[in-house]
């Protein structure tokens, strides 16, 4: 049986998905953008934060986010991946899975991916390799080949 092997080269804002050849080569299955992700904190949100009162007294505070609206697309962008490489494992587009991606991306990764998927991840590598070339690329995957 053919193994078929995809790997994902991303940041969070741009994701190319390969197909790895035996020759050694890469070939492109997929390019996905998340434009919002490169958008500063103050682009992705109208206004300032709410206010709320003290529990006791008339003092009152503002209501700051847990998290960044940047990071909010960070989340989403991991989410869109993981749905993705779920639908093509569902479909049986690949069976063994590598990722290389900066550290941030990389741990949304793990925590979006489905238990499913997860078990087909054969290496990572933990850099943003997004503006190499493929023939660059595998130089850093000597272990895929």
């Not at 998340?34 to 003290?54: A, C, I, Q, W």
């Not at 962008?77 to 990389?106: C, H, M, Q, V, W």
Request: hydrophobic share 35%.
């Amino acid at each position: 049986m053919k193994k078929n092997s995809w790997l994902l080269v991303a940041n969070c804002s741009i994701a190319r998905i390969y197909k790895v050849e035996k020759q050694k080569s890469l070939i492109e299955v997929e390019t996905l953008e998340h434009p919002e992700s490169r958008l500063h904190n103050r682009d992705l949100v109208s206004d300032k934060p709410g206010r709320d009162f003290e529990s006791v007294g008339f003092a009152r505070h503002s209501l700051e986010p847990h998290s960044t609206p940047k990071q909010n697309e960070f989340n989403l962008f991991a989410k869109e991946l993981a749905s993705y490489l779920e639908s093509a494992r569902n479909n049986g587009e690949f069976d063994r899975l590598y990722i290389a991606a900066g550290p941030t991306l990389l741990g949304l990764l793990r925590q979006s991916l489905d238990a499913a998927t997860m078990k087909l991840v054969s290496g990572e590598v933990d850099k943003d390799m997004t503006q190499m070339k493929p023939d660059e690329i595998v130089s850093h995957f000597p272990f895929i080949f």
